[in-house]
């Protein structure tokens, strides 16, 4: 049975709403090798863009491959990764792919190990290392598979923030892109949540992928699209929600992805077959949905300082930028005018606050209404 609202893995087919404008523009990119950068808060939908954007393409058209490189700590973990997600997926036949991939790995012994989780039938280590291939020869492997087959690959990586935190990681972008940027037949779309992160790989003029490619900075999923989705799927469900209380629910949370399904899915539950949602209801959700990152937000507060405290109530309070003017220090002590900037790179590092331009707000709609209620004194 589908599910009415999903929340927390990537969505897809009925659970997922909206995006019509950053589709076609995924596909223009994908179908003319423009290389993509897509970055956003955590849990706004770029996974589940991305995916639905490959599903949309066909594989006569063009060969799309997807990799997640969360928890990649050293270059070469990347390339075993990334190296076995190309092979498996440009493979003609599933089943035979390690048989077309023999001339890349005959130096290698792969190890295959059956997974535990019934969704992914095996993993497969390869087990690349700077002994059997040089990083130049892993990097081309996508490229000699597309002109071998005469077709574009796409390569999607996922948590690309990652590549920031690994060692030497301003030399292993650099090798990344100076064999990316000549290939004819392969194009990247690399995405990945953590503003700082992404923001130091791509913003920043002195590192190897500033410019890289159509920078999309993904927005919020209109609340129009959210309403009909809200709409529909309560009526799927047998119950009725009008669309203005569909809209309030996007309010609630601040039309952040995960939280619009989580907190529907919530009102969804305290109602019954034939049910009216009512405010009282929507009221009760909210609760619930604090409750339910109760745990999560004391994890993310407990090791703060005082002055990090200060600094978040500061923003909740209203205020957004020149957290250096005195009378907002004194008001909210927070210390000292140079200590304003360490006060902001150590809160931008946890992803608690976002940065834009001179504006300064809370990454975290619903942690913020949780603060609120909680920590404010
Ligand atoms: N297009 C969509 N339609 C409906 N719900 C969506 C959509 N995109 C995202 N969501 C909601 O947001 C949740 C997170 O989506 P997804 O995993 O794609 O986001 P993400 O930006 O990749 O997150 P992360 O930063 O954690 O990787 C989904 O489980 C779903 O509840
Ligand atoms: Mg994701």
Known sequence: ?????????????????????????????????????????????????????????????????????????????????????VLQQTASRKELWLEEAKDFIYRLSPKISFSPDPNIQFSVSLGISPKTHTPEEILSLVEQIAERKGKRIVVCIDEFQQIGEIADSKQVQARLRSVWQHQQ????????????????????????????????????????????????????????????????????????????????????TLTKEGDTVTRAHLQAAMNELLATNDILFMQMVEPLSEYQMNFIRAIIDGINDNFGRSQVREKYRLGSYSNINRLKKALLERDIITVKGDEITLTDPVFGKWFERKMMV
């Not at 130091?200 to 309403?227: C, E, H």
Request: with cysteine; hydrophobic share 40%; glycine share 6%.
């Open 1 to 85: 049975m589908e599910r009415k609202f999903v929340f927390g893995v990537a969505v897809s087919g009925y659970n997922f709403t909206g995006r019509k404008a950053e589709t076609e523009r995924l596909l223009t990119d994908f179908r003319n090798g423009v290389n993509v950068i897509l970055m956003s808060p955590r849990r706004l939908g770029k996974t589940s863009l991305v995916r639905h954007v490959c599903g949309l393409v066909s594989p006569t058209e063009l060969i799309t491959v997807y990799v997640d490189i969360f928890g990649c700590k050293t270059e070469y973990e990347f390339y075993n990764k990334l190296a076995a997600a």
């Open 185 to 268: 037949r392969t194009s990247y779309c690399l995405f990945g949540s953590k503003h700082h992160l992404m923001g130091s790989i791509f913003l920043n003029r002195s590192m190897p992928f500033y410019q890289f490619g159509d920078l999309i900075v993904l927005d919020k999923i209109s609340t129009a699209d959210w309403t009909d989705y809200i709409v529909t799927h309560f009526a799927d469900g047998n119950r009725s929600i009008s669309p203005t209380l569909a809209a309030e629910i996007c309010t609630l949370v601040d039309n952040y992805s995960a939280y619009v399904q989580q907190l529907s899915w919530l009102v969804f």
